[in-house]
């Protein structure tokens, strides 16, 4: 009876796999034809179904560069690099889509913060832990050759060794965790409205005096707190967002997606 199980899960499995490839190759081909808005709904359709990988994300957000969904396009390799920091066509298509949005935002971040994040996307969070447990039985090996050795050279190898070790492998476990909270942090948006007046209070301006800044899609901002309000029986979303490290107003929920 096992048996008969496992096979039957097996047979599924192998089903479930080929329809997705089957799927994928129908958006390869749609998006190959210029169909950029049919093979952008092939892929969604993959990705809400049967999971998500950084290749789809990118092949959407290059649907959606083609569709002159800028906002969109940007989202999309964004959560690509979430999965795979390190998938040089989707940073190297995010720089570039990027560079042709309308808004130029100032300095965020610190230098050194901004430092330490480049620092860990270089690598995937799971590559940091296993080089943080490398070199933890590095300091391991350093200390045992340290104690037991009775040759002076040795020694002296495995205590200084085990101290570059045991410091360098503190050095990977902090960029791990600091690569697993980039890849899932909740409070980054992106823009997705062609264009949005941002506000200095939780509704909808009035008058210009409450308008704060107007910005457009593909506008990365950073989600500090959020906050119900009701206009005329209309119940709606607002967050508060910081765009630099010089603006911060509201924005309308509907605006934006996180990434």
Known sequence: MKHIITLILISVAALSIKAQSGLIEQADSAYTADNYKEA?????????????SAQLLYNLGNCYYR????????????????????????????????ARIADRPGERGTFIGNALDAAA???????W???SLGFFILTLVGVTAYIFSNVVA????????????????????????????????????????????????????????QEAMLLHEGTRVRILDSVRSTTDSVNSLWYDVEV????????????????
């Open 40 to 52: 952008a709904d092939a892929y969604l359709h993959v990705i809400n179904t049967e999971g998500t």
């Open 67 to 98: 569709l002159g969904e800028m906002g969109k396009a940007i989202l999309a390799y964004e959560r690509a690099l979430r999965i795979d920091p390190t998938f040089a066509d989707a940073k190297n298509n995010l720089e570039f889509v990027n």
């Open 121 to 127: 996307n270089s690598a995937r969070s799971n590559v």
């Open 129 to 131: 832990a296993w080089l």
């Open 154 to 209: 040795i020694r002296k190898i495995g205590f200084f060794g085990s101290l570059v070790a045991i410091i360098a492998c503190g050095c990977f476990i902090f960029l791990s965790f600091r690569s697993a909270a980039i890849a899932t942090a909740d409070d980054v948006a992106i823009i997705t409205s062609p264009s949005t007046i941002l506000s200095t209070s939780p509704r909808v301006p009035k008058d210009r005096s």
């Open 244 to 259: 630099d490290n010089a603006h911060r107003a509201w924005i309308n929920a509907a605006a934006i997606e996180k990434i």
